[in-house]
């Protein structure tokens, strides 16, 4: 059995899966015949529809994605704020029609658009929805009951008795399906996952937020117990994390419940599947086997040492709470869509300072403790930033500052970096993620990996939502990973390039 604090899985599987020069030179067929179908569905089992008519919450996007409701508050969400929940962060909320048929945007960005994660609902008795296990269904905005029952004693189980679980009237498993993802991006799927979790669940908790719910992510589980509550193929598809959701009294420790399989059928994606051992291996290194090994994942983060500035530097400039634009957080999430194309105008140092401050304030994580911690530093490629000179700078979340490492005009070399594209070259700012990957997969083991992409996905889902909220545009990017550490250094050396996230304006103005 692979062992998770063998860290060179992670290594291994991170070296591998690299993107360099000449990667686009070797495009990866595309074979659209054989394209995945972008939904699961069981086709025994009929959704029932969840309430359309959606509730507004109005609280600004902004609060919602920097804050989190404390745990003393009691709360339980009734079947309209779960619908509210389940569409702001997975529902479709555009849909295009293209030659090779249409495709369902949904409410979080997601590589490629393939929208690998897919939701199960693990709760008690709700306000009108009876205790159960359920799938959540995007194409019919509905609910497939699996199982029918109070099962959160499994995933307590699962958890080693986590706190939050335990007090969780509801929690909502995110799983990823391999092959969805990897038709088009193959064995670097498995940092997708991590990515397109992490969008969904920075939409997921701000709505959370903005409903007084308290929500926690939480990774360390055993993937086994976890997987079979689910029923999934744990060779196709894999819990990867979890959203405790509410507040209410504990259930008691439970001892381990026998599930059963309930071999229900679900429709193949493909005609064929492509195995791509490597993301497989990457999660089974990383996968979690006992109580002990789940109660050593939890307990402090490993705090990278971070040198204090030692160029010029730039304090951030968030405009006061009452300057702030006021745009309800449903609103900001269906108006969002990734950028397609930036004009070459700049944004305000007041409009990246917010995008910054509010994106940073901390991530209510199992991992990351205490709140606040952070696994990635963000560091910025600034091409039109009003105030600030064109070059590369690095973030002091602890401080409120920007570092000033070199002066230029890096268009061309953001362009490059950002896997020649255009869109990080027109960008006002490209955002990279680093992380010191030695320290962290030493703490966490392999697991620390899955960590630090999911941290990664929802900070950048949170930039996004920050961009939208003031009516600028964001995109999500993908990178030549060794060339992203060049650029950086010296102060970036041993880090590993992680993700991206360009800002700017996009050149077809927002509505
Ligand atoms: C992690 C991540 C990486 C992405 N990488 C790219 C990229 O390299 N190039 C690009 O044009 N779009 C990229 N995107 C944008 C997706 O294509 C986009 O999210 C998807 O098509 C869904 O559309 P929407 O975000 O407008 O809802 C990325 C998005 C995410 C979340």
């Known amino acids: 059995m692979p062992d998770n604090h063998n860290t060179e899985a992670a290594l291994a599987y991170h070296n591998a899966t690299k993107h360099s020069y000449g990667v686009r030179a070797h495009p990866h067929f595309l074979d659209f015949a054989n394209q995945p179908l972008p939904f699961k569905i069981y086709p025994s089992l009929d959704p029932s529809r969840l309430p359309g008519e959606m509730r507004q919450t109005g609280v600004a996007a902004l609060s919602a ?51 690998e994660v897919e939701l199960y609902l693990v709760s008690g008795d709700l306000a009108d929805l009876p205790a159960g296990v359920y799938h959540f269904a995007p194409a019919e905005f509905g ?33 990823c399906t391999y092959w969805r993802n990897a038709w088009k991006y193959q064995a670097r799927t498995y940092r997708h996952f991590g990515w397109d979790n992490g969008t969904l669940l920075a939409n997921l908790l701000a709505v959370a937020t903005a409903l007084g719910l308290p929500a926690k992510v939480v990774c360390g589980f055993m993937d086994a117990t976890v997987n079979r509550l689910l029923d999934v ?71 990278a040492s971070f040198p204090p500035p030692a160029g010029s530097i730039f304090s951030l400039q968030p405009p006061s709470d009452v300057e702030m634009p006021r745009d309800p ?59 600030l000179e064109p070059g590369a700078y690095v973030f002091h ?81 993908t990178f030549y990973d060794d060339d992203v550490i060049r650029f950086f250094s010296p102060h970036a050396e041993n880090k590993s390039a992680i993700f991206l996230v360009a800002v700017g304006n996009s050149a077809k103005r927002q509505a």
Not at 67 to 84: F, M, R
Not at 257 to 280: C, F, H, Q
Request: proline share 5%; aromatic share 8%.
């Open 65 to 115: 994605v920097a804050g989190s409701i404390a745990v003393e508050t009691t709360a339980s969400p009734d079947l309209k704020a779960v619908a509210q929940l389940l569409y702001l962060s997975a529902g479709i909320t555009r849909q295009r029609k293209y030659s090779g048929g249409e495709i369902y945007f949904r409410a979080a960005a997601c590589t490629g658009a393939l929208y």
């Open 329 to 387: 957080i449903e609103q900001v999430i269906l108006r969002r869509g990734s950028s397609r194309r930036f004009e070459r105008t700049p944004i305000s140092l007041s409009q990246l300072s917010t995008i910054l401050d509010r994106a940073s304030r901390g991530v209510p994580a199992d991992f990351l403790d205490p709140l606040g911690a952070q696994l990635n530093h963000l560091y910025l490629i600034v091409h039109a930033v009003e105030g």
């Open 233 to 303: 193929d744990s060779q196709r598809e894999v819990a990867f994390s979890l959203v405790a959701l509410g507040h209410v009294s504990p259930i008691p420790p439970q001892s381990p419940a026998k599930i059963s399989p309930l071999g229900l059928e679900t429709v193949p994606l493909s005609r064929n599947e492509v195995d791509y051992p490597l993301m497989r291996e990457m999660h089974a290194a990383s996968s979690l086997h006992s109580t002990e090994e789940v109660a050593a994942w939890r307990g402090l983060t490993p705090l």
């Open 397 to 477: 979340r602890d401080r409120g500052l920007l570092e000033f490492l070199k002066p230029g005009n890096f268009r061309d070399q953001a362009g490059y970096l950002g896997l020649e594209q255009q869109l990080p070259a027109d960008a006002a700012v490209d955002i990279f993620f680093l992380a010191d990957l030695r320290p962290i997969l030493q703490r966490f083991g392999n697991r620390g990996y899955r960590a630090v992409q999911l941290e990664a996905g929802i900070l950048g889902g949170k930039l996004y939502l920050a961009a939208y909220a003031q009516r600028l545009g964001a995109t999500g990017l």
């Open 143 to 175: 609910l497939r009951q699996l199982r029918a029952g109070d099962y959160r004693g499994v995933l307590l189980e699962a958890t080693g008795g986590e706190t939050s679980i335990a007090h969780a009237p509801l929690t909502i498993v995110c799983t």
